[in-house]
């Protein structure tokens, strides 16, 4: 059968049965397994099992039930992994060109049922069963093997081939993606079909007309004559449903989100997203994006001449293969390019319900002021842009909108979410100029700190070991350290945390001597953290990046240059599991954890250049983001010291910009 008369033959098929009315029986099976742990975003492919050049699916035709977002469930039926839970729309089967695939199906239903592969080169051989109208069918409780050849690459859907205008309809379809030998960054073997296979998408397109489905669960008589589709779908969900998560354990039947996330092209990475479309149901959908083009780049499984679309009519059996690019040519910055007109007054917005995606600041990856009580659903300053059927019926749940077939496409700024320091806490530093507000952006603004002192109450010997300072306050409370009275060094081994502190005399270099009543007793260290607010729960991949110098004296405006014995500075992040804000309370609390290489730690840091750090945790960032009081917190510390011979002198520690970047969910 070929790639072009399978969808006529829907579509004739359909017109049959409504012409001559349809008597549909009763079938339903419990599911209500969990779907296991896959990616939050983006088309999941089941791999199968791979034995040399054959991929092998093995899949169940059975029934389950669908949760809409309106509170109704639905009966589905649909093909789901054999040992594994129902799920509605079928699995997405991934093959490479040229592989022999083999699909074992056993059929739960009460009827006849089977499964036809539109678009493929190779002949379907199946395995046993009776002869159907479009491909050999399976009985109730039997199984059956169908085996061919992936043939060209693209997109394809699978289906059932038995009476169609039913089947279809009750969910029995999945898609069936093809990647070419080329690699699987490319959609087609043509080099100009490279994509970015974290930005992979599926939206696969179908309609539901619940009376249908209940006259199949209550095995009651339905006349296809009257069909009207109340609910329609991407991905087996409605609109809201279709931005929850895949996997998403609201929707434990219905495992696909259709959320579309991207983030501004960058010469790093310049390679598109791929967008597969395919309609699986019986009309035809017209889809766009708002405020952005696409570019079409095949039909059903075929390449074809690359022209840019603002909207496009999806046919019904049809699959579309797009590439989708998002590029800041503006790139417009509150700062050091604003927009040109002014932003429309907070108190002059009103948002329906008071709930928007709005991050009340018109720049990607800023957030600003909405107006009181209003709720947003934005993470960092992220970008929304609608992406539906504009068919408006079908942008609706049960008539009601906005709902159905419809999704969102997010942009999330370049590199992430980003956030910077909103306040600052001197836990072994004294502020010698500026504010947490220099660490913004990389300019010659800074954040300056002086080393903590204190005084001695009474003359020093040379002698002496234990002497008492005015006050320990912002010295560190455990371990040794080093301090500096005139031109001696001395290394605190005992008293820590308190006036009274057992020192060991004349370090680093230089010599034991007197010392004056009143002599200033000055830290050979800083030790400050910047805290940032507003990271949500779940974020990922969360980045550290700091930028700064030291100079070499705590009093003038100048940074006299530091050439020789650099400060060692590290930089650590809170891990609020240890003990909560207690454990990130001061420079030696267990909470701080050093950021892991690369780069190193601790580096030499002198006075020019400034020294630019960027460190990832990968993985989820929930330890490092605060809860309860300190939701959303993330705490940066910066630990600079100057302990090395010879004869270190007191320096100060200049901070330029301080920000964090994160997968936000």
Request: net charge negative; with cysteine; charged share 10%.
């Amino acid at each position: 059968m070929t790639r072009s008369t399978l969808p006529r033959i829907r579509r004739s098929l359909a017109g049959l049965a409504l012409a001559a009315g349809l008597l549909v029986p009763i079938a339903s099976l419990s599911a209500s397994a969990q779907p296991e742990a896959v990616a939050p975003i983006g088309m999941i492919c089941t791999p199968g099992t791979v034995v040399g050049s054959t991929r092998t699916f093995d899949l169940v035709a059975s029934a389950g039930t669908i949760d809409t977002p309106d509170g109704n469930s639905v009966l589905m039926w649909s093909y789901s992994p054999a040992g594994g839970h129902f799920q509605s729309p079928g699995p997405v089967l991934c093959a490479t060109q040229g592989q022999t695939v083999v699909v074992n199906l056993h059929n739960n239903l009460p009827e006849a049922t089977s499964i036809v592969f539109p678009g493929q080169d190779s002949t379907v051989a199946p395995s046993a069963g009776s002869a159907g109208l479009l491909t050999t069918e399976v009985a109730a409780g039997a199984d059956i093997t169908y085996t061919f050849t992936a043939g060209q690459p693209g997109t394809y859907l699978y289906e059932s081939g038995s009476d169609v205008a039913k089947q279809l309809e009750m969910g029995l379809a999945g898609a069936l993606i093809v990647r070419p030998t080329l690699g699987d960054d490319f959609a087609y073997a043509d080099a100009a079909t490279q994509f970015a296979p974290s930005r992979e998408y599926l939206l696969l397109l179908s309609d539901i007309d619940p009376d249908l489905h209940h006259a199949v669960e209550v095995g009651g008589t339905y006349d296809v004559n009257a069909l009207r589709n109340r609910y329609f779908a991407i991905n087996g969900r409605e609109f809201p449903d279709t931005i929850q998560d895949n996997g998403s354990a609201l929707l434990p039947n219905q495992p696909y989100g259709a959320l579309v996330r991207l983030q501004p092209n960058s010469a790093a990475d310049n390679r598109p997203a791929l967008i597969r479309m395919i309609n699986v149901g019986a009309v035809n959908h017209p889809f766009h994006p708002h405020g952005n083009h696409t570019r079409q780049i095949a039909q059903d499984g075929r390449l074809v001449a690359s022209t840019e679309h603002f909207g496009e009519t999806i046919g019904s059996g049809q699959t579309e293969d797009f590439l989708l690019r998002w590029d800041d040519v503006d790139n417009w910055n509150p700062t050091a390019n604003p927009l040109p007109v002014a932003q429309p007054n907070y108190r002059n917005l009103f948002f329906k319900d008071g709930n928007t995606w709005y991050s009340g600041s018109p720049y990607l990856g800023y957030k600003g002021t909405l107006p009181v009580g209003t709720v947003s659903q934005n993470a960092c300053g992220e970008w929304y842009f609608p992406l539906h059927s504009h068919a408006l019926n079908e942008f609706t749940n049960f008539d009601q909108g906005f709902g159905g077939m419809g999704t969102l496409l997010r942009v999330d700024p370049a590199g992430g979410c980003f956030g910077s320091a909103t306040s600052s806490s001197l836990i072994g530093a004294t502020l010698k100029s500026g504010s947490v507000a220099a660490l913004g952006q990389s300019d010659d603004v800074y954040y300056q700190l002086n080393p903590k002192t204190t005084t001695r109450p009474t003359a020093t010997t040379s002698g002496q070991t234990s002497i008492t300072v005015a006050s320990a306050a912002g010295f560190p409370t455990t371990g040794s350290y080093f301090v500096r009275i005139d031109n001696e060094v001395l290394q605190v081994t005992g008293g820590q945390a308190t006036t009274t502190w057992t020192v060991t005399r004349g370090q680093l270099g230089t010599v034991a001597a007197t010392h004056l009543s009143g002599a200033v007793v000055t830290a050979l260290a800083t030790d400050w953290y910047g805290a940032f607010g507003g990271v949500p729960a779940g974020s990922a991949n969360l980045k550290v990046i700091y930028e700064g110098r030291n100079c070499g004296v705590t009093t003038t405006a100048t940074c006299p240059a530091v050439t020789t014995n650099l400060p060692l500075q590290t930089v650590k992040i809170c891990n609020w599991t240890v003990a909560g804000a207690a454990g990130c309370s001061t420079a030696t609390s267990a909470g701080w954890t050093t950021l892991p290489a690369p780069p190193a730690q601790p580096q030499g840091v002198g006075s020019t250049p400034d020294v630019s750090s960027t460190w990832t945790l990968p993985g989820p960032a929930s330890a490092y983001i605060g809860t309860g009081s300190y939701a959303g917190q993330v705490r940066v510390l910066v630990h600079t010291q100057r302990y090395t011979a010879p004869a270190p002198t007191t320096f100060s520690t200049w901070g330029d910009l301080m920000k964090i970047v994160y997968d936000a969910p």
